[in-house]
């Protein structure tokens, strides 16, 4: 499947291909982060994207399943967290 198609994909199912090494944690989290920026600005789904920090996050995932460290079926999967959910590498809101 092309990874302009990923979004048509369930989270289990990309967790599923990207544990069994047929999807890459940062392709994924790429092509996510690509429809984001394609989308939003006209949708303004998005309050903030942490973009860096989702890339690390995915290459950190993708080495931990490399060397058979999965922890969970969602392990490597790039999610979005509503914004009225406290992260921690998230500025503080403006408005």
């Not at 302009?4 to 994924?28: A, T, W």
């Given at each position: ?50 973009g ?44």
């Amino acid at each position: 499947m092309p990874t302009s198609e990923l979004h048509y994909l369930g989270l289990i199912e990309i967790g599923q291909q990207i544990q069994s090494r047929k999807l890459s944690p940062v392709e994924v989290t790429k092509a996510m982060l690509g429809r984001i920026e394609q989308l939003d600005g006209k949708l303004k789904s998005y309050a903030y994207v942490m973009g860096e920090a989702a890339l690390a996050e995915a290459a950190a995932a993708e080495k931990d399943i490399a060397s058979g460290k999965i922890k969970g079926p969602l392990h490597g999967v790039p999610i979005a967290v509503k914004d009225l959910c406290w992260a921690k590498a998230r500025p503080p809101r403006t408005a």
